[in-house]
């Protein structure tokens, strides 16, 4: 166990539709990172949080947003989902950047 | 930004030491280099971090040479379980949007 909690686990919807994954990161952790991990793909980061702030983004869709709130657990939005959405989605905490603790994922699937 | 290079897919046998090399040709001065791996439908877990020479855990070695535009991970005396994807992880801070690059990983494949 990891530490990290990520909610739900499965989520199945409709295109078009929008979604709200959460993630709480370990006790101690500041940093929250989100990834997007399509089927037998690598892992592509989407953005990343320290303390309540956006420190980073990467390849992360304009129909995607993200917050971290004051208790450090964080949410990653999908709007306007389209079928290549279906994905796993990672959320991960650290205390140092280095070392990553990751959730088990969430299990996204678009209809 | 520094980029990995690692080998797509491996294959071993049960008992045998397993080296996995990842290429980084930019790393900067105080980057360190880290190593993953990943089961099927579940998030990466940290095998081990270095920064330069040799590092030894319960679990693995990792083998960094003086110029650092490499490593090796070193898994001593695989098992079936330890088929899985690896990934070789570069701190990079060299842009002021900073973030972790990942490489594509090594599917490794133990057979008995």
């Known amino acids: 166990d990891s530490g990290v909690t990520q909610t739900p686990k499965h989520l199945i919807t409709a295109t078009g539709q929008r979604v709200t994954l959460r993630c709480s990161p370990r006790s101690g952790d500041l940093s929250v990172y989100w990834y997007q991990q399509s089927l037998d793909q690598g892992l592509q980061f989407l953005i990343h949080y320290y303390n309540g702030e956006e420190r980073a983004k990467g390849n992360i869709l304009e129909r995607f947003s993200a917050q971290q709130f004051p208790d450090l657990h964080s949410e990653l939005n999908l709007s306007s989902l389209e079928l290549g959405d279906s994905a796993l989605y990672f959320c991960?905490?650290?205390?140092?950047?280095?070392?990553?603790?990751f959730g088990s994922g969430t299990q996204l699937s678009v209809l | 930004l520094a980029k990995t290079t690692q080998p797509i897919s491996m294959d071993s046998y049960e008992g045998q030491e397993v080296n996995i090399t990842c290429s980084h040709n930019?790393?900067?001065?105080?980057?360190?280099i880290t190593w993953y791996q990943q089961f099927p439908s579940q998030g990466p877990r940290f095998i081990i971090q270095g920064y330069k020479t040799k590092v030894t855990n319960e679990v693995a070695s990792l083998f960094i040479p003086a110029d650092r535009k490499s490593s090796t991970l070193s898994l001593p005396r695989v098992s079936l379980s330890d088929t899985a994807v690896y990934y070789c992880l570069v701190d990079d801070d060299m842009d002021s949007n900073y973030q972790l690059i990942w490489g594509a990983g090594t599917k490794l494949i133990i057979k008995p």
């Open positions: 991960a905490s650290s205390f140092s950047d280095e070392k990553l603790f």
């Open positions: 930019n790393i900067a001065t105080n980057d360190y």
